[in-house]
């Protein structure tokens, strides 16, 4: 395969360029390279804010869960009323009778203030908790890292469908252009009777069916850059324009080299993988529930009781204090964690599926960019010739139409196929670019646009 002309893609963008600067000579705002969109939607998209505060909300839930297994201390207070104290029978011994003697013990009034204290001293799923929390934040982490993929991705895509509208707009101005001049040069010579007014009218009609199609494009643009803004976080009213030379500016053995597809390096296979890490620590903890748990305890309190209500703050309280140890051992749960661990192997199996689904597709998607790629640019070369074939006929048949030797038909004809070849042109970059764009998402290196 031949490499394409620099000499033609310079003189491209040299008129892209200037074409571009009477199109939007209104509108004095810089013009925005790729990077510089990227670089702007990952810090103010909507999506790139949501993916941080998930990544805040997954710190923040390992700091909960650590907290577990710091001492807990907690301050309590009750106070009863007993409406009628609960009899107890005791041994008539007790008071030289025989039999049992039935007897109320307490007061009307009691109440309990004081400050207990619990510290977790062995837990298994504690420990297996600290882990999956870990795993949780790297979760989002690469979540956070898809999100801003994705947002590379919609924004490039959006970018350069502008930019190919943009090059339309500048096409038909180059025509708009001729065809003013044209009519000029026709005018005069309809007033010498050198010219039919039916062939002035034809062009006239051209021009019009151009300026239609010229608005329609702006409306058309204006609705891309509004997209643009969108996927940026970018306010709607404020104003912007694009760099063009971005759609001209590659070099064609570059973007071949990007034909190596890197399975491991795409995120969605590693955010399976981490998927499968959380399913199997959920099993762990799920495990970890036939294990023993260890808690130690303390409690210092003061007691309070009277017959009457007026004397409850007014006599002396008793203080008294307790600590110990309390072991918890599981026995039976009705086989709620055996079906439980069940569930957990099943969503294993499924993630399991899910990444050979992905590499799958993501070998598809590779294989569909690499094949649009080489396509697209034996095509250009072949767009490249047109567009030089065109524009020597048409300078052939103005030459000859000014000489009057060739019929204002095949001007206007040699015109449409002069706008036919450049339009096709840059249908073929933008279909390079998008292709490039495909392969660098294969490779998962969609961060280094932004870069």
Not at 164 to 188: A, G, P, S, Y
Request: glycine share 4%; charged share 25%; hydrophobic share 35%.
């Amino acid at each position: 395969m031949q490499r394409i002309s620099i000499r033609f893609f310079l003189r491209m963008i040299l008129v892209s360029m200037v074409s571009s600067t009477s199109l939007f000579a209104q509108d004095s705002t810089e013009k925005l390279t790729l990077e510089q969109c990227v670089q702007f939607a990952i810090k103010n998209s909507h999506d790139a804010k949501i993916a941080d505060l998930e990544l805040e909300g997954a710190e923040n839930q390992i700091k909960e869960i650590r907290g577990t297994g710091l001492p807990q201390v907690n301050g309590f207070a009750t106070f009863d009323d007993n409406l009628k104290l609960p009899t107890q029978m005791l041994p008539g011994e007790f008071f030289g009778q025989e039999g049992t003697i039935p007897v109320q013990f307490g007061t009307n009034y009691a109440a309990t203030a004081g400050v207990e204290a619990n510290q977790l001293i062995f837990s298994q799923s504690y420990f297996v908790g600290l882990q999956a929390s870990r795993a949780s934040k790297e979760y989002y982490k690469l979540n956070q890292l898809k999100t801003d993929e994705d947002i590379i991705y919609q924004v490039a895509s959006n970018y350069y469908n502008a930019l190919n509208i943009q090059e339309q707009l500048t096409i038909i101005d180059d025509n708009l252009e001729r065809l003013t001049q044209l009519l000029k040069i026709m005018q005069v010579r309809m007033e010498n009777d050198l010219v039919r007014e039916v062939d002035y009218n034809r062009v006239k009609v051209n021009k019009t069916n151009l300026e239609t199609q010229r608005k329609s494009l702006l409306t058309g643009l204006q609705s891309q850059l509004n997209m643009l803004k969108y996927l940026m976080g970018k306010p709607m009213d404020e104003s912007m324009t694009l760099d063009n030379t971005a759609i001209t500016s590659f070099n064609q053995d570059e973007v071949l080299l990007n034909n190596n597809l890197e399975m491991e390096e795409r995120t969605e296979i590693k955010i399976l993988n981490k998927q499968m890490e959380l399913y199997q620590l959920d099993q762990k903890n799920v495990q970890s529930g036939y294990y023993p748990s260890l808690n130690a305890y303390g409690r210092y309190y003061f007691q309070g009781q009277q017959n009457s209500f007026g004397d409850m703050f007014s006599e002396k309280w008793f203080s008294a204090a307790v600590i110990g140890l309390q072991l918890n051992i599981p026995i039976f749960d009705g086989l709620q964690k055996k079906y439980k661990v069940a569930q957990s192997k099943i969503n294993q199996s499924i993630v399991s599926e899910n990444i050979s689904k992905t590499e799958s597709y993501i070998s598809l998607e590779q294989e569909t960019a690499s094949s649009q790629l080489i396509n697209s640019l034996e095509s250009l070369e072949a767009q490249e010739e047109n567009v030089s074939l065109a524009e020597k006929v048409y300078n052939q048949t103005n030459s000859l139409y000014k000489e009057g030797v060739s019929p204002l038909t095949d001007l206007l004809d040699a015109e449409t196929s002069l706008r036919e070849a450049k339009t096709g042109f840059n249908t073929e970059v933008i279909k390079i670019k998008m292709a490039e764009l495909d392969l660098i998402k294969a490779k998962g290196q969609l961060k280094l646009i932004s870069e």
